[in-house]
Structures are given as structure tokens and as C-alpha cells.
């Protein structure tokens, strides 16, 4: 005999939101803004209104075609079960490779980790480090997430205000001046979302001269719009620049911009091996391996020549591609930025 079932909000009762049942934590952070943008695009391109988002950094390319292929074959290889929690292998050290091709870093696999999507890895990063008191030097205007995620576990964000008259790029006084005993992470990203700035290798140095100063700090590099740059704009990440501080630098990156993977969720990192270990754990008890697909579709994407976007594609002398079919509206719809910025779409091949 079937019952008659009336579904009701735990949570909410006479319409009141019983907010006294979330914890502390979650009344300290806002929903990801870049999502909540997205999703109202979405939805108006979806009542038939022509909409550009300048919310979360898509390209505006497909997936390449070797890639799709790969995750395809790993499929009908039966690659769909568990994988070591923060990554397989043979990607580990496809990654590896990366950072010494086009980094100059020198990490072994062990040094290494995957998680699902860039994001993740940032957040694994904070969950393993952070603890009440502990700050994190933000450099601002910042990708919306950093402060919250921060928040979330349990740190404080510090925002250092980068100016426009200096191209926003925060300076090494305002760094020296941002730093006290508590600090426990610098953020940086470069080229900046959403800002577009780029730091060029001195620039970097006069940063990492400071961080030399200060032992206690450790370096996150975001370097996920490492290949979405322009003119001669010459990436460097500060374990590279700085070779002193590849000790307690954390250099991730991932996917999702430089091969049009975004809703695939690969990122990964590279580090000191405690700190790595410590992320993986965070990892194994929160959502395991990323998808073992989409890791395998990471592997074609960082060990097979970059083949994609072929007929669109020009290539110039300075051994970069510009993405025509990709770039007029784009182009259309940005302001002219500083060098560097991410919002073009001239990809560099290593
Ligand atoms: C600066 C920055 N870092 C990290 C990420 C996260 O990338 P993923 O989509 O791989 O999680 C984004 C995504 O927009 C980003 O803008």
C-alpha cells in the first residue's frame, strides 16, 4: 500500500531558513560569483539572447579531436575504475615532464599531484596548511575564489591592492609591506584572472628578492593561464626565477585553459613530496581519483604534439599560434589590457 509522502525543507520551516543549522565556516564565504555569472549567461543564452561571458574562462574551441579520442579508447579499455587517489602514473610523469619542458622545473613523480580541476588542487593545498590566524597574501583585483577558499579552511585572506597605474601588478614594497609572522601563503598568478596582468621575469625576481627575505612564506603559482598570452610575453613562474625558493613553492596548474578541457577537471601541482603527501590525503577522504578518463585524456593532451585548431591556426615567427576562429568575438568584446593578458587568445607552444 503506498503512502502518501509530502516533502518538506528540513531546513526551512514556514519559509524561515534555519540558518543556526550551517556551520560558522559556511556563513564566512559567498557562492563562487564566476559561477553564479555563468549560470545567468547560460541562461539567457538559452532564451535565444546573444551573450559573450566574460564570467569563467572558457575557450571558445572545442576540445581537440586527439584528446576527445584518447578519453574514447580509455574508455573501451576498460580505464573506468579507481585510480591511485591523486593520480595515475604514466601522468605523473607526463606532468613531470611538462614542468621540465616548459618550466625548467625539475620535479619527480613522487613531487606530483592531480586533482579534479585546478581549483581542487588550490583548495587541497589550503585544507592541508592552513590553521586559525594563518594569512594569505592575495594580490587584488584576484580570481574571485582565492578568498573564499581560503576562508573555508580555516585561513585569513590579506588583499594587496595591485594598481592600475602599475599595469596591476603589485610591487615588492607593497609585498615586503603585506608580509607579518603569520603569513603562510603568497598567491600569485600570472598572467592574472581578471586582470589580464602579466609579470615579466624581472618583475617576478623583485617579488621572489622579498620572499628570499622571508622564510616562513610559502608560494602558491597559479600558472593556470600560462599559455594564454600575447605579443612576446615570456611566462616565468618563481621556482624557476628563484631557484631558493623551490623548496616551499607550490607550482600548479592544470588543463582546463591551455587545452579547452574545462569540464574535464584535471589540475595538478608540484612541490616539496610532505606537503604533496599531505594533499593527497585531504583528497582521499573527499572525492578520491579525478575522473580516470579525463586523466587519460590529460596524458594524451600533455604528451602528443599540440595538433589542434590546425586550419585556424596560423603560426607566427615567434613560434606561437593565433586562434583566428576562436578570436573575433573575443577580441570584440575586451578592452585592451596589459601585456599579457589572459583574455586574448594567442596560445604559445612550448
Ligand atoms: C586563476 C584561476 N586559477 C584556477 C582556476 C581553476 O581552474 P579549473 O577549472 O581547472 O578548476 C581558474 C578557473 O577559472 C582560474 O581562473
Given at each position: 500500500m503506498s503512502r502518501a509522502v509530502t516533502t518538506r525543507d528540513p531546513l526551512s520551516e514556514s519559509g524561515v531558513f534555519h540558518m543556526a543549522f550551517l556551520s560558522d565556516t559556511l556563513a564566512r564565504i559567498k557562492p563562487s560569483a564566476t559561477i553564479a555569472v555563468t549560470n545567468k549567461a547560460r541562461e539567457l543564452a538559452a532564451?535565444?539572447?546573444?551573450?559573450?561571458?566574460?564570467?569563467?574562462?572558457?575557450?571558445?574551441?572545442?576540445?581537440?579531436?586527439?584528446?576527445?579520442?584518447?578519453?574514447?579508447?580509455?574508455i573501451d579499455a576498460g580505464k573506468t575504475r579507481y585510480t591511485a587517489v591523486d593520480g595515475i602514473p604514466e601522468l605523473k610523469v607526463a606532468i613531470a615532464a611538462k614542468f621540465l619542458r616548459e618550466n625548467g622545473l625539475t620535479y619527480t613523480p613522487a613531487q606530483v599531484t592531480v586533482g579534479t580541476g585546478g581549483k581542487q588542487i588550490l583548495f587541497n593545498a589550503f585544507v592541508a596548511t592552513l590553521n586559525p590566524g594563518d594569512e594569505v597574501i592575495i594580490p587584488a583585483p584576484y580570481w574571485v575564489s582565492y578568498p573564499d577558499m581560503v576562508l573555508l579552511a580555516g585561513g585569513t585572506p590579506v588583499p594587496v591592492v595591485a594598481r592600475l597605474e602599475n599595469d596591476f601588478k603589485?610591487?615588492?614594497?607593497?609585498?615586503?609591506?603585506?608580509?607579518?609572522?603569520?603569513?603562510?601563503?603568497?598567491?600569485?598568478?600570472?598572467?592574472?584572472?581578471?586582470?589580464?596582468?602579466?609579470?615579466?621575469?624581472?618583475?617576478?625576481?623583485?617579488?621572489?628578492?622579498?620572499?628570499?627575505?622571508?622564510?616562513?612564506?610559502?608560494?602558491?603559482?597559479?600558472?593556470?593561464?600560462?599559455?594564454?598570452?600575447?605579443?612576446?610575453?615570456?611566462?616565468?613562474?618563481?621556482?624557476?626565477?628563484?631557484?631558493?625558493?623551490?623548496?616551499?613553492?607550490?607550482?600548479c596548474n592544470g588543463v582546463?585553459?591551455?587545452?579547452?578541457?574545462?569540464?574535464?577537471?584535471?589540475?595538478?601541482?608540484?612541490?616539496?613530496?610532505?606537503?604533496?603527501?599531505?594533499?593527497?590525503?585531504?583528497?582521499?577522504?573527499?572525492?578520491?581519483?579525478?575522473?580516470?578518463?579525463?586523466?587519460?585524456?590529460?596524458?594524451?593532451?600533455?604528451?602528443?604534439?599540440?595538433?589542434?585548431?590546425?586550419?585556424?591556426?596560423?603560426?607566427?615567427?615567434?613560434?606561437?599560434?593565433?586562434?583566428?576562429?576562436?578570436?573575433?568575438?573575443?577580441?570584440?568584446?575586451?578592452?585592451?589590457?596589459?601585456?599579457?593578458?589572459?583574455?586574448?587568445?594567442?596560445?604559445?607552444?612550448?
Open positions: 532564451q535565444g539572447r546573444d551573450i559573450i561571458g566574460l564570467g569563467a574562462g572558457e575557450p571558445d574551441f572545442d576540445t581537440p579531436e586527439n584528446i576527445r579520442e584518447a578519453a574514447k579508447r580509455a603589485i610591487t615588492a614594497e607593497q609585498l615586503e609591506a603585506a608580509i607579518t609572522p603569520k603569513t603562510k601563503w603568497f598567491i600569485f598568478n600570472s598572467p592574472s584572472n581578471p586582470t589580464g596582468a602579466g609579470y615579466s621575469r624581472d618583475e617576478l625576481k623583485a617579488l621572489t628578492d622579498v620572499l628570499v627575505r622571508h622564510p616562513h612564506v610559502w608560494i602558491m603559482s597559479d600558472d593556470m593561464y600560462e599559455h594564454l598570452v600575447f605579443d612576446d610575453f615570456k611566462f616565468a613562474t618563481p621556482a624557476e626565477v628563484e631557484p631558493a625558493l623551490y623548496d616551499r613553492t607550490l607550482t582546463s585553459k591551455a587545452y579547452a578541457m574545462t569540464g574535464w577537471r584535471i589540475g595538478y601541482a608540484a612541490g616539496p613530496v610532505a606537503l604533496i603527501k599531505a594533499m593527497a590525503n585531504v583528497q582521499s577522504q573527499s572525492t578520491s581519483n579525478p575522473s580516470s578518463i579525463s586523466q587519460y585524456a590529460a596524458l594524451e593532451a600533455l604528451t602528443a604534439r599540440r595538433t589542434f585548431c590546425p586550419t585556424s591556426a596560423r603560426r607566427s615567427s615567434g613560434g606561437a599560434i593565433w586562434w583566428s576562429r576562436c578570436s573575433t568575438r573575443r577580441r570584440a568584446s575586451v578592452a585592451p589590457g596589459p601585456r599579457g593578458r589572459s583574455t586574448s587568445t594567442r596560445i604559445s607552444l612550448p
